[in-house]
T-cell receptor, first 111, second 115 residues
Framework: KQEVTQIPAALSVPEGENLVLNCSFT??????LQWFRQDPGKGLTSLLL?????REQTSGRLNASLDKSSGRSTLYIAASQPGDSATYLC??????????FGTGTRLTVIP | DTAVSQTPKYLVTQMGNDKSIKCEQN?????MYWYKQDSKKFLKIMFS???????INETVPNRFSPKSPDKAHLNLHINSLELGDSAVYFC??????????????FGEGSRLTVL
């Protein structure tokens, strides 16, 4: 059974800093991995989807990498802004429409 | 236009009641899901459904049943509600491709409180 761990559980940084969020998963036989953000009281918004054959994906200030063999993914956020404050979740997909979510990293960017 | 919409957003009810949460997506996706997020913010899939098959997470009690009147709707019915059913329920949809389920789009959630 897939287990997903995200470290740190919470992170507080001053505006403008670059930061890295970590995700590790136990079953490396994944089809893809998605990163989501969740704002308080809101649904999840997909940020990036990395196929299993890819090493990284970029969207604006976000860059996600995937090392499938070691069961790791990182989300890099450049030049953080207060609007980036949210909980970030990673979710590897192991097939049959089956995404497993970590419990997330709660990010606070201080103006 | 909201891509995935759920109603109601909040639902407070007594133990033992039966309730439904509705979900609609206007993205033309072929697969819809229900997820449960517990008090520790842990998200777990309950069901996925497309026009071919319903996949049920084996840990979901049979008091929970998805009903899909058409491709754009997947409603969640819950019978004999229990205190432990209190959670936020998220609907999602995606368009499958040959590699995977595709990018998921989530609704804003329905917070169920059972008293």
């Amino acid at each position: 059974k897939q287990e997903v761990t995200q470290i740190p559980a919470a992170l507080s940084v001053p505006e403008g800093e670059n930061l890295v969020l970590n995700c590790s998963f136990t079953d490396s036989a994944i089809y893809n991995l998605q990163w989501f953000r969740q704002d308080p009281g809101k649904g999840l918004t997909s940020l990036l989807l990395i196929q299993s054959s890819q090493r990284e994906q970029t969207s604006g200030r976000l860059n996600a990498s995937l090392d499938k063999s070691s069961g790791r993914s990182t989300l890099y956020i450049a030049a953080s802004q207060p609007g980036d404050s949210a909980t970030y979740l990673c979710a590897p997909e192991t097939g049959a429409n089956n995404l497993f979510f970590g419990t997330g990293t709660r990010l606070t960017v201080i103006p | 236009d909201t891509a995935v919409s759920q109603t109601p957003k909040y639902l407070v009810t007594q133990m033992g009641n039966d309730k439904s949460i509705k979900c609609e997506q206007n993205l033309g996706h072929d697969t819809m899901y229900w997820y449960k997020q517990d008090s520790k913010k842990f998200l777990k899939i309950m069901f996925s459904y497309n026009n071919k098959e319903l996949i049920i997470n084996e840990t979901v009690p049979n008091r929970f049943s998805p009903k899909s009147p058409d491709k754009a709707h997947l409603n969640l019915h819950i019978n004999s509600l229990e205190l432990g059913d209190s959670a936020v329920y998220f609907c999602a949809s995606s368009q499958e491709n040959v590699w995977s389920s595709g990018e998921l789009f989530f609704g804003e959630g329905s917070r169920l409180t059972v008293l």
